[in-house]
């Protein structure tokens, strides 16, 4: 049953219809008719030497040989026998393939002819030497203009037949190959993706009375269809004829000659075939007395579905309204569909479930990714008890919509439902017993949700409660960091098999952690931060045959992870940083020692893990490489750990001698550093000082630079320009500096904080280190930063200072600016505080923004 549920996650294109007994029928997958390469892996495959006589390179995977070569690869190799059931040739420059190409191919049953751009011929009988070939790809030959009428003798086992994407350009020039008592087993053809524009009445002639159950011709730019075109196909059931430009009355009549000659059609394809506002009624009155249990209508064009949308029609079960971009049903909208089973709405546009369409004989409900795009982001609202009437209800699927929240009674109702489809639903919270009435559910899928990320205590003790049947849980992409505290969510699953906590931020696992998952087969903790562990965590999990650790950060394998995994039939730990050194050579050995070596080969199988140093080699190859002398594990420890730790000690003391550098020059640092952020500012780099001279712009009027032997002096300018007009705000250190703060800092600080800076020049200023520093502060504060119209420096010469005791930016200074000078005379006096406050004084601003 597990497996039944994984395999319909992925609805995309459909076969025929299966009914359980309890009248539940999904969807059922099919084979892609696109290429199948993609499926072949290469971390699991060899390469053989190419093959020089055709000029091909061929590849074994697990389950088949590849051969390929775009500019050499000219002849099918008969060099290599395939050991593999399914035989490729892909990508070469084969112009053709003839008769005898395949005699040494005599024991595969599927056969791949693909994307080969040069082939243009298959010869009569080329597949005959391969009695039991039953699947058979020719697609992708853009070149192939046609089938020779024998190519397929010998295929009597033949059950599918692909003939994709080629360059055929008449269905005529493919049918006529296709003879009944040439592959009489025949049950399924598709011609997708090739260029007929019109299907004439004798076009599968050659198939009367043939076995084919699936014909699929969608995509092939068919304009007509003559309406006796499918008579000879007798036993056709299912119909693919999506994605084409006949119009309404073309298809209506074709249904209709074939369904009164009796053709058993079950199942129609109509993706994306045009219909537009509305369903052709005649073609819904065809359809509705007919067999036909399966429509899929997806990707046309319905914004709003009603009563009158479809006539009644008894034998549908499966109704496919995917990406119809309804926006609204009303309440009466399937009522004319008795035995509907399957309804299928995902990628439309509803806010949340149309009370319509949640009937009570409906076994599945699609209803993933209505809202929470990007293109349609409101929420799709699911509160309260909307399923309550769903009795029968198997599959549910609500991903990629914006949930947000879901509760107690959201899911009541459920009590048949086994599948349930969260998977990208914006879940920021969910309670406890959310799911505790799902008795019966088996899968479900939490992946890449928020509810763990937005709770504190992160997996709710009580969330799974109830789920005694669950026996898959996905749990990807959860943000989840740890499993249990207090309690342990998973104590309940006494059911579960499968568990999928792949990308999310788990760091260490506990025995308690898994504990009581007695029944668990595969646990995928892949791309987490797992590191090692070193007590066991699956001891309990006797059933457990596979673990994923694949991309955490485990650095070793310890003892208890090797008692762990030796019970297990493969665990996967490539891209992990296993750091091979001599110590996991001793760990490993003592194991081995007691254990059988072989164990370690058959647990890892082809994913090995690698070491992250000593040349990426496995594991195994590492201890191998130990035990023949190539790498020396015998010598003193430390002498190994030395070409490590030496270099590390080096850059250690680099960094310590920059930072003690650092420390000791910090004032000449902070200010070149507070030079350059006014520098920046200047030039617009960092945001600017304002330009205006506001008063309210700067703290003080004026930054006073002087000498402490001048006190007595500074006492008098601070009373006559504070006390008197006009009343300035002066910034003097012994006042105004900050109490335990470095000098330097505060000097930095107040000078820019000022708008002018006024140099009590005396001789005990020109002698005074600290008074020349401050004047390197001014004097670059001017030169780089001030505005050029303004002068923020003012000079008061006090006293008589000698020549000799100037450094040269004071005597640059005094030559090249106008300075004030001190006199003891009175009457000179008065002038001088006059023309002080006006160097000093800051200017108005006029505000005439106001009305």
């Known amino acids: 049953m597990v497996v039944i549920f994984l395999a319909i996650l992925i609805i995309k294109t459909h076969s025929l219809l299966i009914c359980d007994e309890n009248d539940f029928c999904p969807p059922q997958p099919i084979a892609s008719d696109s290429n199948n390469i993609a499926v072949f892996d290469d971390s699991y495959s060899d390469f053989i030497q190419r093959d020089n006589v055709s000029g091909c390179y061929c590849r074994l995977y697990q389950t088949a040989m590849t051969c390929f070569g775009r500019s050499n690869c000219k002849k099918v190799p008969k060099v290599f026998v395939s050991p593999k059931k399914i035989l490729v040739f892909h990508t070469s420059a084969l112009s053709e393939v003839k008769y005898g190409d ?85 049950k399924i053809l598709s011609f997708k993706n090739n260029n007929f524009e019109i299907i004439q009445e004798d076009s599968f002639a050659s198939l009367y009375n043939s076995t084919l159950t699936v014909l699929n011709m969608v995509l092939c730019r068919i304009d007509f269809i003559h309406p006796r075109a499918f008579l000879p196909l007798k036993n056709l059931e299912s119909l693919k004829l999506g994605f084409n430009s006949f119009n309404e009355s073309t298809i209506t009549d074709v249904l209709n000659t074939s369904i009164q000659n009796n053709i058993p059609l079950k199942n129609l394809n109509f993706y994306s075939a045009g219909f537009v506002k509305t369903l052709p009624r005649g073609l819904m009155e065809v359809l509705a ?22 006539p009644v029609m008894p034998s549908l079960k499966v109704l496919d309204l995917a990406e119809v971009l309804a926006l609204s049903v009303t309440k009466d909208a399937f009522v004319n569909f008795p035995n509907l089973r399957t309804l299928i709405l995902s990628f439309n546009k509803f806010s949340e479930p149309p009370k319509s369409v949640l009937l009570e004989n409906i076994t599945y409900l699609d209803l993933q990714q209505n809202s929470g795009s990007v293109f349609f982001s409101s929420a799709f609202t699911v509160s309260g008890s909307r399923f309550k009437n769903m009795k029968k209800l198997i599959y549910l699927n609500l991903g990629y919509n914006k949930l947000d929240a879901l509760y107690e009674e959201t899911f009541l109702g459920l009590e048949n439902l086994k599948f349930l489809g969260l998977k990208n639903g914006t879940i920021r919270s969910m309670s406890n017993y959310t799911f505790a009435t799902l008795k019966k559910l088996e899968f479900l899928n939490l992946e890449n949700n928020y509810f763990v990320k937005n709770n504190p205590v992160g997996i709710e003790n009580d969330i799974f409660t109830g789920l005694d049947n669950l026996r898959v849980l996905l749990l990807g992409g959860n943000y989840i960091s740890f499993i249990a505290q207090d309690s342990n969510p998973f104590k309940g699953l006494k059911s579960l098999i499968h568990l999928d906590l792949n990308k ?52 070793f394998i310890t003892k208890p992870m090797l008692e ?22 001793t760990e490993l050995e003592e194991w081995f020692e007691n254990n059988n070596e072989s164990l370690f080969f058959n647990v890892f199988g082809e994913n090995q893990p690698r ?16 035990k023949n002398g190539l790498i020396d594990c015998n010598s003193n420890d430390l002498t190994r750990r030395l070409y490590l730790i030496l270099p590390l000690v080096f850059i250690l003391l680099i960094f310590l001698g ?28 960092i945001s600017p000082k304002p330009t205006k001279e506001n008063p309210e712009t700067f703290k003080y009027d004026a930054f006073v630079s002087y000498s402490s032997e001048d006190t007595a002096f500074i006492t008098l300018l601070v009373k006559m320009l504070e006390k008197n007009p006009p009343h300035l705000n002066l910034c003097i250190y012994e006042r105004d500096f900050e109490i335990g703060t470095f000098i330097s800092e505060n000097v930095l600080e107040n000078v820019s904080q000022s708008r002018k800076t006024l140099l009590i020049i005396s ?41 000799t005791s100037l450094t040269s930016t004071l005597k640059y200074l005094l030559k090249t ?30 505000d005439n923004t106001q009305v």
């Open 611 to 626: 070491c992250s140093i000593s040349g990426n080699v496995t594991v195994m190859d590492f201890i191998d490489n130990v």
């Open 763 to 803: 001789e005990n200023y020109a002698k005074s280190q600290w008074c020349r520093w401050e004047t390197q502060i001014a004097h670059h504060h001017k030169i780089f930063f001030q505005n050029e119209k303004d002068d923020s420096l003012v000079l008061i010469k006090y006293g008589h200072v000698s020549n």
């Open 817 to 846: 600016r106008i300075y004030l000078q001190w006199d003891e005379d009175l009457k000179k006096q008065k002038d001088f505080w006059e023309k002080l406050g006006m160097a000093l004084k800051p200017n108005i601003i006029v």
């Open 504 to 555: 999310n931020e788990i760091i260490y696992l506990t025995f308690a952690d898994f504990g009581s998952l007695i029944h668990l087969k595969q646990l995928d903790l892949s791309y987490n931060s797992l590191t090692s562990w070193t007590s066991r965590i699956f001891k309990n999990n006797t059933e457990l045959v596979k673990v994923n650790l694949f991309a955490n950060k485990i650095p």
């Open 289 to 310: 007395n007919s067999q036909v249990n399966y429509l899929n209508l997806s990707k046309n064009r319905f914004e709003v579905i009603n009563k009158n949308s479809f």
């Open 102 to 186: 395949f005699e040494i191919f005599k024991n595969v049953s599927e056969v791949y002819i693909e994307f080969n751009n040069l082939l243009v011929n298959l010869e009569d009988k080329v597949f005959e030497p391969i009695e039991n070939l039953t699947y058979l790809s020719i697609s992708h030959n853009v070149n192939l203009r046609s089938l020779n009428k024998g190519v397929f003798y010998g295929c009597k086992n033949l059950q599918k037949l692909l003939l994709i994407g080629n360059g055929f350009n008449n269905i005529h020039d493919a049918a006529l190959a296709l003879q009944t008592n040439l592959i009489p087993n025949l």
């Open 658 to 685: 920059v930072g003690l550098g650092l420390f000791y020059y910090r004032h000449h640092v902070r200010y070149w550093l507070f030079l350059t952020r006014l520098y920046l500012s200047r030039k617009g780099k």
């Open 564 to 585: 762990d995994f030796q019970n297990l039939d493969e665990v996967v730990m490539n891209e992990n940083p296993i750091m091979c050194e001599c110590n996991l050579y």
